[in-house]
């Protein structure tokens, strides 16, 4: 009987098993922390992009800057396929008036579900906001 006992509370087979259950689900938390996080700074860099090509186009435009702005941060938004955005337009109307574009954007938290495994808690969406001010040009 302790030879069975000595040569069960001895073996090793059972070393690799107890490794990858600790060791898996760090892994994964990481993982998904990663692809999160990249989705959160790819719709970063969108926002901004939108919003500097919004003001530019809305502080070149004579007519309707405003509307100009607008239109032009959501045809740059719309190739972006990660994130919700929303569009503010102010300003502009008069040469040397400040045209202001904020993009909201918004993305899902894939690591809200997990981290609760670990007791932690973080919001459901990661959210930022663009802004850009240029001054109308005139002529």
């Known amino acids: 009987m302790i030879a069975v006992l000595r040569r069960l509370l001895c073996s090793k087979r059972a070393d690799e098993f107890a490794e990858a259950a600790i060791a898996l689900p760090v ?3 990481i993982t998904i922390a990663f692809i999160n996080l990249t989705m959160a700074g790819f719709a970063s ?5 939108a919003a500097n090509y919004a003001a530019r186009v809305g502080s070149v435009n004579q007519q309707s800057p405003g509307p100009a702005a607008y239109s ?3 045809e740059s938004i719309n ?20 045209i202001n574009v904020v993009v909201t954007w ?7 579900g997990i981290a609760a495994f670990f007791g932690a808690s973080f919001g459901n969406d990661f959210t930022g906001t663009a802004t850009s001010v240029f ?4 002529w």
Do not use: C, T, W
């Open 45 to 49: 860099v969108n926002a901004n992009n």
């Open 72 to 74: 032009a941060a959501l």
């Open 27 to 29: 892994v994964v938390f």
């Open 106 to 112: 918004n993305v899902p938290n894939f690591m809200g």
């Open 79 to 98: 190739h972006a396929k990660i994130g919700d955005y929303q569009v503010g337009v102010s300003g502009g109307g008069f040469p040397g008036a400040q």
């Open 135 to 138: 001054r109308q040009e005139g």
